[in-house]
């Protein structure tokens, strides 16, 4: 109850930020802009985001599981279950971790593949990823207040959260390599932190959880050629990334508006900071993230908010095919026993074609 109560006040706060970015980019300003773009231009960003995502996004986890297995995976089966992932995430107000273990338990459906190692291949590929998106977000920040005299309260802003990925990411690679005093992992010494050992089905996990990091720490430590290769493919798919932004508003800006690939970098990096507010979709925050950011670097608001309803409608694709992949999924293991493993989303699902089938 208070899950949904939480997603619903979410898509309500979505709604206003969106209302009001609307309003500040001036409605008759977008829609002269959205009804002016070629629609050729949206197929090839939509070919440009399902390329990062899908297909480079995929290959990165592929290599990754294999490398774990020393065997090959069928590339259909991970991107499968990587589009699944990203349609829980989108329409759940979980930032962009909301679909991982939904793609964990898919991949571990689908190749026969134990959990704690369907579950570490998704850590280590966000940990991988996340990486990549750090440097950027460092790239963008450094743009910012090299070219901008930015407000007090943003500066210290986009500081703190600099310095916590910093932090954070130390953390995780640091205790994933073993390199503390106490011997825990990461997630260990979280739970620690929190106390979170003292909630009976955390606790009853413990095992599990350690296995897990067991996986990851052999990993980091004798998969070094995989790790190069998965952080090129991660760089790859920011590249990808900053492309679509470069060619939308090239067809967005006016003639005698400069536009350097460079700007791109601080752009995509309030897109990115924008992804991590727990709105559904980040409804709302994307836009008025993407409305300052472009009235900052002289670009014109409603080519902002332009950009954001424009890589929405294009992600909006991406999360159909997921959902429909989601739908073939249940439907051809709906004959199975879901573990406890298996994530909510993926349990009420399960449920509802088994009653379904029943009654029929």
């Known amino acids: 109850m208070r899950k949904t109560i939480f997603c619903i006040m979410s898509f309500l706060v979505g709604i ?5 970015a609307m309003q500040q980019a001036g409605i008759g300003d977008i829609l002269k802009t959205i009804f002016l773009f070629p629609s050729l231009i949206i197929i090839l960003v939509f070919l440009l985001n399902f390329g990062a995502i899908c ?10 599981i294999e490398a774990q297995n020393s065997h090959k ?15 829980v995430s989108y329409i759940t107000p979980s930032a962009l971790i909301g679909g991982e273990p939904v793609r964990a338990y898919m991949i571990k459906e689908e190749i026969g593949y134990d959990w704690e190692k369907s579950f570490a ?13 750090f440097l950027l977000m460092l790239a963008g920040f450094l743009f910012l207040i090299n070219y901008f005299s930015l407000p007090l309260e943003f500066f210290c802003g ?6 916590g990925a910093v932090f954070i990411l130390y953390l995780f690679y640091s205790r994933m390599l073993n390199k503390n005093t106490d011997g825990e992992g990461f997630f260990m010494f979280i739970i620690g932190v929190l106390r979170l050992n003292k909630i009976k089905a955390i606790r009853n996990k413990e095992k599990n959880i350690k296995k897990t990091e067991r996986i990851i720490t052999q990993f980091f430590k004798n998969k070094k050629k995989v790790f190069l290769k998965a952080f090129f493919l991660a760089i790859l798919e920011i590249v990808f990334y900053l492309i679509v932004i470069c060619v939308v508003i090239f067809h967005l800006r006016q003639a005698d508006t400069a536009f350097e690939f460079i700007q791109s970098v601080p752009i995509l990096f309030l897109m990115t900071l924008a992804n991590f507010v727990p709105i559904p979709g980040s409804l709302g925050s994307f836009e008025a993230a993407l409305t ?20 929405r409608f294009v992600n909006i694709i991406l999360v159909v095919i997921g959902f429909f992949i989601l739908i073939h999924f249940e439907l051809t293991t709906v004959s199975r026993k879901f573990s406890a493993e ?3 989303a993926l349990l009420k ?5 088994k009653r379904i089938i029943r009654n029929n």
């Open 16 to 20: 206003l930020l969106f209302a009001v």
């Open 121 to 133: 291949s998704v850590v280590i590929d966000g940990a991988i990823y996340f990486f990549s998106l």
């Open 349 to 353: 699902l399960h449920r509802f074609f």
């Open 158 to 163: 986009f500081g703190i959260i600099v310095i």
């Open 342 to 344: 298996a994530p909510e």
């Open 55 to 64: 297909v480079i996004g995929s290959w990165r986890w592929k290599i990754i």
């Open 292 to 311: 300052f950011i472009f009235e900052l670097l002289n670009l014109g608001k409603s080519n902002g908010f332009a950009l954001g309803l424009i890589h």
């Open 73 to 87: 995976v069928n590339f259909w089966k991970v991107l499968r279950a990587k589009l699944a992932g990203f349609t």
